[in-house]
C-alpha cells in the first residue's frame, strides 16, 4: 500500500505527459515494441495511464502491471495508451475514445478518488472483479471489430468466459486490440517475425541460389556461404590488385578516363603523352574494362564458381554512347 | 498538482527518456516500412554511378597507400584500403561500415591480443555441449563475418548482412575492373618497352 502512493502521483506525472504527446500519436505505432529492454521501463510508465473506473481497482499487484490495461480509464489517457500499443490506424479508435462517454475532467477526478479506494480496500478481492470486468469488456469491444485484428488477440480474449454485464460507463478498448499481457507480447512477437521473414525475402533476392531452399536455417546458411565466397573473393582479387599495383602509377590518367563519366578537359589532354603506345590495344582494353564495368550484376556468379572467369568479357553489356565516342576520341588523337 | 508531488524527479527522468526511446523506435519502424527508404537501400550499391565513384576513389586511395608502402604485405594493405573506401561511401549509415572505420583507427595489436584472450576463456567455459538452438548458432557465425555485427538482433542482423552482401558485390565488381584493365590490357611500364 505504501507503494501506490508514489506511483499514483507518478502516474498523475505522466498523465500530463501524454497530454502532451498527443500531438504525436498518429502516426506513431506501439512503444512497447521497444523490445531490447525496453519493457520493463514501460511496464512502470504505461501502466499507470490506464485507471479503473470508479469502483474498479488495479486488478494485479503492482509488478505485474505490465500490460494490464483497463480500458476504462480517463478517455484520452485511454487513448493514447492504446493508440501507442497497436498497429491500427488511430484515427478512428481515437475519435470513437475521445468522444467516449467519459470526460476528461470528470476522469481525472474520479481517478482520484478510485486511487483514494484503492488504497483502502484490499486488492485481492477487488482483483476479480475488475480482471473480469474489464476482460469482458475487451470482448465486447472485440465484438464490434471491423478493423484487423488477427486471430490470435480474438483467442485470447476469448478464453474469458464468463460474462457480467457491467454497471459503469466504460471506455472501450480499441479495436481488435486486446490489452492484456499475452497479447501484447503476442503481438510484439509477431511484428518482430514479421521483420524478420521481410528481411529474409529481401535477403532471397540478393542471395542467390535461395529461392528453392525455405526455412531459416538453410537459409541462413545459404547467406554465410556466400558472404564468405564474397570474402574470398575481395581477398583473391586484392592480391592480384597488389601484383598489377605498378602499373597504377603508370595508367593513372588512362584509368581516370575510364572511371569518369564524362571527361574533363584535363582527362582527354593527359593521354596525349603515352598515346604513342599501342591506342588500338588501348581501344580494345577500354571497350573491354566499359564492358565489364558495365555488366549486370551477375558477374559474381560466373566468377565466383570459377576464378578463372574473371577474365571472362561478358558480352551482353550496356554500351554508354557518349563514353565509346570518347574512346575513339582517344584512338584517332594518336 | 505537479509542484506539490515530491516525486516529481523519477518520473522526470523516466518520461524524456521513454518518449526519446519511443520515438526513435517509431522513426525506426516507419523507416524500415517505407517504400521510399527500401527502394533508395535497393539501389545503394547498384547504380553506375556509384561504381564510378567507388572505382576513382579506390585507385587514388591506391596509389596514395602505394607511396608510403606501410605494410609488408602488399595484398593485404590493398585489401584494408579497398574495405576502407568501400566503408567511406556507405556515409556511416551501417554498422559495418562503421566497425570497419572505427577498426583501422584502434591499434591493430591491441584488439588482437584481446581478442584472442577473451576468445581462449570463453572456449574453457564452453567445454560442456550445450545445446544453442540451430538458428541462434547460425547468427552467431554469421555476425562474426560481418564486420561490428556480432552482439545484434536477429532482424538488424539481417539488414546489415544485405547492405553488406551488396557492397560487396559492387566491390568484387569494380576491382575486377580495374585488375582486368591493368593486367589485360595496360601499356607496359617503359623500362619493358624501351628494347
Same mark, same amino acid.
Given at each position: 500500500?505504501?507503494?501506490?502512493?508514489?506511483?499514483?502521483?507518478?502516474?498523475? $506525472?505522466?498523465?500530463?505527459?501524454?497530454?502532451?504527446?498527443?500531438?504525436?500519436?498518429?502516426?506513431? /505505432?506501439?512503444?512497447?515494441?521497444?523490445?531490447?529492454?525496453?519493457?520493463?521501463?514501460?511496464?512502470?510508465?504505461? /501502466?499507470?495511464?490506464?485507471?479503473?473506473?470508479? @469502483?474498479?481497482?488495479?486488478?494485479?499487484?503492482?509488478?505485474?502491471?505490465?500490460?494490464?490495461?483497463?480500458?476504462?480509464?480517463?478517455?484520452?489517457?485511454?487513448?493514447?495508451?492504446?493508440?501507442?500499443?497497436?498497429? *491500427?490506424?488511430?484515427?478512428?479508435?481515437?475519435?470513437?475514445?475521445?468522444?467516449?462517454?467519459? @470526460?476528461?475532467?470528470?476522469?481525472?477526478?474520479?481517478?482520484?478518488?478510485?486511487?483514494?479506494?484503492?488504497? $483502502?480496500?484490499?486488492?485481492?478481492?477487488?482483483?476479480?472483479?475488475?480482471?473480469?470486468?474489464?476482460?469482458?469488456?475487451?470482448?465486447?469491444?472485440?465484438?464490434?471489430?471491423?478493423?484487423? =485484428?488477427?486471430?490470435?488477440?480474438?483467442?485470447?480474449?476469448?478464453?474469458?468466459?464468463?460474462?457480467?454485464?457491467?454497471?459503469?460507463?466504460?471506455?472501450?478498448?480499441?479495436?481488435?486490440?486486446?490489452?492484456?499481457?499475452?497479447? #501484447?507480447?503476442?503481438?510484439?512477437?509477431?511484428?518482430?517475425?514479421?521483420?524478420?521473414?521481410?528481411?529474409?525475402?529481401?535477403?532471397?533476392?540478393?542471395?542467390?541460389?535461395?529461392?528453392?531452399?525455405?526455412?531459416?536455417?538453410?537459409?541462413?546458411?545459404?547467406?554465410?556461404?556466400?558472404?564468405?565466397?564474397?570474402?574470398?573473393?575481395?581477398?583473391?582479387?586484392?592480391?592480384?590488385?597488389?601484383?598489377?599495383?605498378?602499373? #597504377?602509377?603508370?595508367?593513372?590518367?588512362?584509368?581516370?578516363?575510364?572511371?569518369?563519366?564524362?571527361?574533363?578537359?584535363?582527362?582527354?589532354?593527359?593521354?596525349?603523352?603515352?598515346?604513342?603506345?599501342?591506342?588500338?590495344?588501348?581501344?580494345?582494353?577500354? /571497350?573491354?574494362?566499359?564492358?565489364?564495368?558495365?555488366?549486370?550484376?551477375?558477374?559474381?556468379?560466373?566468377?565466383?564458381?570459377?576464378?578463372? *572467369?574473371?577474365?571472362?568479357?561478358?558480352? =551482353?553489356?550496356?554500351?554508354?554512347?557518349?563514353?565509346?565516342?570518347?574512346?575513339?576520341?582517344?584512338?584517332?588523337?594518336? | 498538482?505537479?509542484?506539490?508531488?515530491?516525486?516529481?524527479?523519477?518520473?522526470? %527522468?523516466?518520461?524524456?527518456?521513454?518518449?526519446?526511446?519511443?520515438?526513435?523506435?517509431? %522513426?525506426?519502424?516507419?523507416?524500415?516500412?517505407?517504400?521510399?527508404?527500401?527502394?533508395?537501400?535497393?539501389?545503394?550499391?547498384?547504380?553506375?554511378?556509384?561504381?564510378?565513384?567507388?572505382?576513382?576513389?579506390?585507385?587514388?586511395?591506391?596509389?596514395?597507400?602505394?607511396?608510403?608502402?606501410?605494410?609488408?604485405?602488399?595484398?593485404?594493405?590493398?585489401?584494408?584500403?579497398?574495405?576502407?573506401?568501400?566503408?567511406?561511401?556507405?556515409?556511416?549509415?551501417?554498422?559495418?561500415?562503421?566497425?570497419?572505420?572505427?577498426?583501422?583507427?584502434?591499434?591493430?595489436?591491441?584488439?588482437?591480443?584481446?581478442?584472442?584472450?577473451?576468445?581462449?576463456?570463453?572456449?574453457?567455459?564452453?567445454?560442456?555441449?550445450?545445446?544453442?538452438?540451430?538458428?541462434?548458432?547460425?547468427?552467431?557465425?554469421?555476425?562474426?563475418?560481418?564486420?561490428?555485427?556480432?552482439?545484434?538482433?536477429?532482424?538488424?542482423?539481417?539488414?546489415?548482412?544485405?547492405?553488406?552482401?551488396?557492397?560487396?558485390?559492387?566491390?568484387?565488381?569494380?576491382?575486377?575492373?580495374?585488375?582486368?584493365?591493368?593486367?589485360?590490357?595496360?601499356?607496359?611500364?617503359?623500362?619493358?618497352?624501351?628494347?
Amino acid at each position: 500500500m505504501n507503494r501506490a502512493l508514489p506511483e499514483m502521483l507518478q502516474w498523475q $506525472q505522466q498523465q500530463s505527459y501524454f497530454s502532451e504527446l498527443s500531438g504525436v500519436f498518429p502516426s506513431q /505505432t506501439s512503444h512497447l515494441l521497444a523490445f531490447d529492454g525496453g519493457f520493463m521501463s514501460g511496464d512502470s510508465v504505461v /501502466t499507470r495511464e490506464v485507471k479503473p473506473h470508479i @469502483g474498479l481497482e488495479t486488478p494485479s499487484p503492482w509488478p505485474e502491471l505490465g500490460f494490464e490495461f483497463e480500458p476504462c480509464g480517463p478517455s484520452y489517457t485511454v487513448n493514447y495508451a492504446i493508440s501507442r500499443t497497436s498497429s *491500427c490506424p488511430p484515427a478512428v479508435p481515437a475519435a470513437e475514445l475521445v468522444s467516449g462517454k467519459m @470526460g476528461s475532467a470528470v476522469g481525472s477526478e474520479s481517478f482520484k478518488k478510485r486511487k483514494a479506494d484503492k488504497l $483502502q480496500n484490499s486488492k485481492a478481492a477487488v482483483e476479480d472483479d475488475s480482471t473480469k470486468k474489464i476482460k469482458v469488456y475487451e470482448e465486447e469491444g472485440e465484438s464490434k471489430i471491423t478493423g484487423p =485484428s488477427t486471430s490470435k488477440h480474438k483467442k485470447e480474449n476469448s478464453k474469458v468466459s464468463d460474462v457480467r454485464k457491467p454497471d459503469y460507463i466504460h471506455v472501450r478498448a480499441r479495436r481488435g486490440q486486446a490489452t492484456d499481457s499475452h497479447s #501484447l507480447a503476442e503481438r510484439v512477437r509477431i511484428y518482430i517475425r514479421e521483420k524478420i521473414s521481410e528481411r529474409m525475402k529481401y535477403l532471397q533476392d540478393l542471395v542467390p541460389g535461395c529461392n528453392k531452399i525455405t526455412g531459416k536455417a538453410g537459409m541462413l546458411d545459404e547467406i554465410i556461404n556466400y558472404v564468405q565466397s564474397l570474402q574470398r573473393q575481395v581477398e583473391f582479387l586484392s592480391m592480384k590488385l597488389a601484383a598489377v599495383n605498378p602499373r #597504377l602509377d603508370f595508367n593513372i590518367d588512362n584509368i581516370f578516363t575510364k572511371v569518369e563519366e564524362f571527361p574533363s578537359v584535363q582527362a582527354v589532354a593527359n593521354p596525349i603523352h603515352y598515346l604513342h603506345f599501342n591506342p588500338v590495344q588501348e581501344l580494345v582494353s577500354e /571497350t573491354a574494362l566499359r564492358r565489364t564495368i558495365s555488366a549486370p550484376v551477375t558477374i559474381p556468379d560466373g566468377s565466383f564458381l570459377d576464378s578463372s *572467369c574473371f577474365t571472362q568479357i561478358q558480352p =551482353s553489356a550496356t554500351w554508354d554512347g557518349v563514353e565509346l565516342q570518347n574512346l575513339y576520341n582517344i584512338g584517332r588523337f594518336h | 498538482m505537479a509542484s506539490s508531488i515530491p516525486n516529481l524527479e523519477p518520473a522526470l %527522468d523516466t518520461c524524456p527518456e521513454f518518449k526519446r526511446r519511443k520515438r526513435s523506435l517509431t %522513426d525506426q519502424m516507419l523507416a524500415s516500412s517505407h517504400p521510399h527508404q527500401r527502394n533508395q537501400r535497393i539501389k545503394r550499391w547498384r547504380t553506375q554511378r556509384e561504381q564510378h565513384i567507388y572505382s576513382s576513389k579506390l585507385i587514388q586511395a591506391l596509389r596514395r597507400s602505394r607511396r608510403t608502402s606501410a605494410s609488408s604485405s602488399a595484398a593485404k594493405d590493398v585489401h584494408e584500403t579497398a574495405d576502407r573506401v568501400l566503408a567511406v561511401l556507405a556515409k556511416g549509415t551501417t554498422r559495418w561500415s562503421r566497425a570497419i572505420l572505427t577498426a583501422r583507427k584502434m591499434a591493430r595489436h591491441k584488439k588482437a591480443k584481446v581478442a584472442a584472450n577473451t576468445r581462449l576463456r570463453k572456449s574453457a567455459l564452453n567445454r560442456e555441449k550445450r545445446k544453442t538452438p540451430v538458428v541462434q548458432r547460425k547468427l552467431k557465425v554469421l555476425g562474426r563475418l560481418v564486420p561490428g555485427c556480432r552482439k545484434l538482433s536477429f532482424s538488424n542482423l539481417l539488414e546489415e548482412t544485405s547492405d553488406y552482401i551488396a557492397a560487396l558485390e559492387m566491390q568484387v565488381r569494380v576491382m575486377t575492373a580495374i585488375t582486368e584493365f591493368l593486367a589485360g590490357g595496360g601499356p607496359q611500364p617503359p623500362a619493358d618497352d624501351c628494347v
